[in-house]
């Protein structure tokens, strides 16, 4: 088994196969999750294990990390491969500082600092002047390999990733004991992201980050040149990071099934819908071939065609089956419109968003953000995006009502039937079941057509019965979504609509509100369905600690090609700038005292230079006779031999300035 890292095994440089595994299964029982998976995975693979929600990922991610066990099958990895595994969970607190975790992820380094300690003390303890020129050798050699090893970097590296996942550095010195369950799965994140192990297996690594850290994240593990085999609902995310697409399909007996395909998320879409159409159109011939031939058996096999029809039936018997193509049960969404609106939807002017806390007297105001005035028309699709505690679902809610505006004015359009789906769903009784949840939002709808709606929302049987207190997030949305098709709104305010659904449901969300025809204020996370609504970008950032909101007419790709560009071109003026500033003076009227004067700058600049390296050749020498005379004081030696080694650097720098004027 390979050495596995939770919270990373050594290779070639050769593209290789890292791991293989042969007729994997794992049974609960008499239920298999999944039975005779096989695969290779080479190193360099970016892989997305994608399927439905309960389909077995998460498990098949635990056996290749270890910390499961296959019922039976073989599975290997090449030796010294180091493994890093991230759970959905959050791993236990730790005493230890934010910061001194992250410092361990660097064990080889830490191992260097030991033994530079151990010879540290040995030389504060050594006796002869042999034995001290003996440690001080050793010495030097860690000193270069922690060097060439990056040990002098760790501290930049560390800032980078913690920035990266959210992490300030007032954030660096708390205990992870002190922080939520998010905060510590994102800690866990970052130290296998400082380990750098050769197979990283990530479970929903997206989950606890906003879009600017899922972002970072994909820039990270894009130019990082391991392995990657991660299991997320987060299409974007997929599509920017993976190369490869697992999918773990039900096969037409009702098994699950590992079905591999090349490119990203889109491009794996795209393939497994046409190789479903084909295996349908094979399933197809086949049972018309069948069907033909049974006829003629039938009709032949007591007649004077027996032995061919006997003929038939043997090598019908023999022939191989095709499954019938089996989707994953999937639900059903339809939003259909009561009536039309106005044309005018929604109308802001001079709005100041944010809350007051009424439990003081005076009432405090907690200002957010203020809101260029916005107009929104129907059949647009506008999303709403930024940074969590930004302020978007004190937005929503500032403009359905809920809230009053701590300045200014909202104006809604007229002939508005507005359906809000609210990311907690706290609309929700925890006491009722989603049968009296939809009977409760359409009075009149008889619990035969409630209990069809829903099925279609994956409730059968005694599903329909169960409190919403006993839900899981993904059921919760689903019984949310099933209230909002009874509304016939024409205004649909979705405040994280994809939360907890898998890559199926979030799909058929997708299309569904493709088809809506009506008018879209949106709050999402969810990239890929931002990317595949959106006509207009409402974009909120914090920039000198003040939100913005700012608009832009346009796609989200548009939109973020519209900011690489902005960003590009700060760069470049920053660039531009720089160069003008380190660029040479202007040339004086008169060319001759120009070259005089360039002259006398010239022998003055190599007097200072001879000068410089004349007092540095004489401290050289002070600090040798002053070794000498420290004798075994270790503590001594070593504050004088990093201030000799910086005199000697001084002094090359000094030869090759002088060698330049040469």
Same mark, same amino acid.
């Given at each position: 088994?390979?050495?596995?890292?939770?919270?990373?095994?050594?290779?070639?440089?050769?593209?290789?196969?890292?791991?293989?595994?042969?007729?994997?299964?794992k049974s609960y029982g008499a239920f298999d999750v999944f039975i005779n998976l096989g695969f290779s995975v080479a190193k360099g693979d970016?892989?997305?294990?994608?399927?439905?929600?309960?389909?077995?990922?998460?498990?098949?991610?635990?056996?290749?990390?270890?910390?499961?066990?296959?019922?039976?099958?073989?599975?290997?990895?090449?030796?010294?491969?180091?493994?890093?595994?991230?759970?959905?969970?959050?791993?236990?607190?730790?005493?230890?500082?934010?910061?001194?975790?992250?410092?361990?992820?660097?064990?080889?380094?830490?191992?260097?600092?030991?033994?530079?300690?151990?010879?540290?003390?040995?030389?504060?303890?050594?006796?002869?002047?042999?034995?001290?020129?003996?440690?001080?050798?050793?010495?030097?050699?860690?000193?270069?390999?922690?060097?060439?090893?990056?040990?002098?970097?760790?501290?930049?590296?560390?800032?980078?990733?913690?920035?990266?996942?959210?992490?300030?550095?007032?954030?660096?010195?708390?205990?992870?004991?002190?922080?939520?369950?998010?905060?510590?799965?994102?800690?866990?994140?970052?130290?296998?992201?400082?380990?750098?192990?050769?197979?990283?297996?990530?479970?929903?690594?997206?989950?606890?980050?906003?879009?600017?850290?899922?972002?970072?994240?994909?820039?990270?593990?894009?130019?990082?040149?391991?392995?990657?085999?991660?299991?997320?609902?987060?299409?974007?995310?997929?599509?920017?990071?993976?190369?490869?697409?697992?999918?773990?399909?039900?096969?037409?007996?009702?098994?699950?099934?590992?079905?591999?395909?090349?490119?990203?998320?889109?491009?794996?879409?795209?393939?497994?819908?046409?190789?479903?159409?084909?295996?349908?159109?094979?399933?197809?011939?086949?049972?018309?071939?069948?069907?033909?031939?049974?006829?003629?058996?039938?009709?032949?096999?007591?007649?004077?065609?027996?032995?061919?029809?006997?003929?038939?039936?043997?090598?019908?018997?023999?022939?191989?089956?095709?499954?019938?193509?089996?989707?994953?049960?999937?639900?059903?969404?339809?939003?259909?419109?009561?009536?039309?609106?106005?044309?005018?939807?929604?109308?802001?002017?001079?709005?100041?968003?944010?809350?007051?806390?009424?439990?003081?007297?005076?009432?405090?105001?907690?200002?957010?953000?203020?809101?260029?005035?916005?107009?929104?028309?129907?059949?647009?699709?506008?999303?709403?995006?930024?940074?969590?505690?930004?302020? @978007?679902?004190?937005? &929503?809610?500032?403009?359905?009502? /809920?809230?009053?505006? =701590? #300045?200014?004015?909202?104006? %809604? !359009? $007229?002939?508005?039937?507005?359906?809000?789906?609210e990311q907690a769903h706290e609309s929700l009784n925890l006491q009722n079941t989603p049968l009296d949840e939809l009977i409760n939002a359409?009075?009149?709808?008889?619990?035969?057509?409630?209990?069809?709606?829903?099925?279609?929302?994956?409730?059968?049987?005694?599903?329909?019965?169960? @409190?919403?207190?006993? &839900?899981?997030?993904?059921?919760? /949305?689903?019984?949310? =979504? #099933?209230?909002?098709?009874? %509304? !016939? $709104?024409?205004?649909?305010?979705?405040?994280?609509?994809?939360?907890?659904?898998?890559?199926?449901?979030?799909?058929?969300?997708?299309?569904?509100?493709?088809?809506?025809?009506?008018?879209?204020?949106?709050?999402?996370?969810?990239?890929?369905?931002?990317?595949?609504?959106?006509?207009?970008?409402?974009?909120?950032?914090?920039?000198?600690?003040?939100?913005?909101?700012?608009?832009?007419?346009?796609?989200?790709?548009?939109?973020?090609?519209?900011?690489?560009?902005?960003a590009d071109a700060k760069t470049q003026a920053a660039k531009e700038i720089d160069r003008k500033s380190q660029s040479a003076p202007a040339?004086?009227?008169?060319?001759?005292?120009?070259?005089?004067?360039?002259?006398?700058?010239?022998?003055?600049?190599?007097?200072?230079?001879?000068?410089?390296?004349?007092?540095?050749?004489?401290?050289?020498?002070?600090?040798?006779?002053?070794?000498?005379?420290?004798?075994?004081?270790?503590?001594?030696?070593?504050?004088?031999?990093?201030?000799?080694?910086?005199?000697?650097?001084?002094?090359?720098?000094?030869?090759?300035?002088?060698?330049?004027?040469?």
């Amino acid at each position: 088994m390979p050495r596995l890292i939770i919270g990373a095994h050594n290779l070639g440089q050769s593209r290789m196969s890292l791991l293989t595994a042969s007729a994997l299964t794992k049974s609960y029982g008499a239920f298999d999750v999944f039975i005779n998976l096989g695969f290779s995975v080479a190193k360099g693979d970016k892989i997305g294990l994608v399927g439905p929600n309960g389909c077995g990922k998460t498990t098949l991610l635990r056996i290749l990390a270890g910390a499961d066990e296959a019922s039976s099958g073989a599975m290997h990895y090449a030796r010294g491969t180091t493994l890093g595994y991230l759970s959905q969970s959050a791993e236990h607190g730790s005493e230890k500082t934010i910061w001194h975790d992250m410092q361990s992820a660097f064990a080889q380094l830490n191992a260097l600092v030991e033994k530079m300690t151990q010879l540290e003390n040995a030389m504060s303890e050594a006796q002869d002047s042999a034995k001290m020129d003996e440690t001080l050798t050793k010495y030097g050699e860690l000193q270069h390999e922690y060097e060439l090893l990056g040990g002098y970097d760790v501290d930049a590296k560390i800032r980078r990733v913690l920035t990266g996942l959210g992490f300030g550095r007032d954030d660096e010195g708390k205990h992870i004991t002190q922080l939520s369950g998010g905060q510590r799965v994102r800690v866990a994140l970052a130290r296998l992201l400082l380990q750098s192990p050769d197979v990283l297996l990530l479970d929903e690594p997206t989950n606890h980050l906003d879009t600017q850290g899922i972002e970072w994240l994909e820039s990270y593990l894009q130019e990082w040149e391991g392995t990657l085999i991660v299991v997320s609902h987060d299409r974007y995310f997929l599509d920017e990071v993976c190369e490869r697409i697992w999918d773990m399909e039900m096969s037409g007996g009702g098994d699950r099934r590992l079905i591999q395909y090349r490119g990203n998320y889109t491009d794996f879409v795209a393939q497994r819908k046409l190789r479903l159409e084909r295996a349908q159109e094979e399933f197809e011939t086949q049972q018309a071939f069948i069907a033909k031939q049974e006829e003629y058996i039938r009709r032949n096999i007591a007649g004077q065609n027996t032995n061919q029809a006997k003929g038939r039936r043997t090598r019908l018997n023999r022939m191989a089956r095709l499954e019938r193509p089996l989707e994953a049960k999937s639900m059903a969404l339809r939003i259909d419109t009561a009536h039309r609106s106005g044309n005018l939807i929604l109308e802001t002017e001079k709005l100041a968003v944010g809350y007051k806390n009424g439990n003081t007297a005076p009432a405090v105001k907690n200002h957010l953000f203020d809101c260029p005035d916005l107009q929104l028309w129907r059949l647009e699709r506008a999303a709403l995006v930024g940074p969590n505690g930004t302020g @978007k679902t004190t937005f &929503l809610k500032t403009i359905l009502g /809920g809230l009053t505006p =701590l #300045a200014g004015n909202v104006r %809604l !359009g $007229a002939g508005l039937k507005i359906g809000y789906f609210e990311q907690a769903h706290e609309s929700l009784n925890l006491q009722n079941t989603p049968l009296d949840e939809l009977i409760n939002a359409k009075p009149g709808l008889s619990v035969p057509d409630a209990r069809n709606i829903l099925g279609q929302f994956l409730f059968s049987g005694d599903d329909a019965f169960k @409190k919403i207190e006993v &839900l899981s997030g993904g059921e919760r /949305g689903r019984v949310a =979504l #099933a209230k909002l098709t009874l %509304l !016939g $709104a024409n205004f649909l305010l979705l405040d994280e609509p994809t939360n907890h659904l898998d890559i199926p449901s979030q799909e058929i969300l997708t299309e569904a509100l493709n088809q809506f025809d009506g008018t879209l204020l949106l709050v999402s996370h969810d990239r890929y369905l931002v990317a595949a609504l959106a006509t207009q970008i409402w974009a909120l950032d914090r920039a000198d600690g003040r939100t913005q909101m700012a608009i832009f007419k346009g796609s989200y790709d548009e939109w973020r090609d519209a900011k690489s560009a902005a960003a590009d071109a700060k760069t470049q003026a920053a660039k531009e700038i720089d160069r003008k500033s380190q660029s040479a003076p202007a040339q004086p009227a008169n060319p001759s005292a120009n070259s005089k004067n360039k002259e006398r700058e010239q022998q003055k600049k190599l007097a200072q230079i001879e000068a410089k390296i004349g007092k540095l050749e004489q401290t050289l020498g002070d600090l040798s006779r002053k070794m000498e005379q420290a004798g075994s004081d270790f503590a001594k030696i070593k504050t004088i031999g990093e201030e000799y080694q910086a005199t000697e650097q001084a002094l090359a720098e000094a030869w090759a300035e002088l060698e330049r004027f040469g």
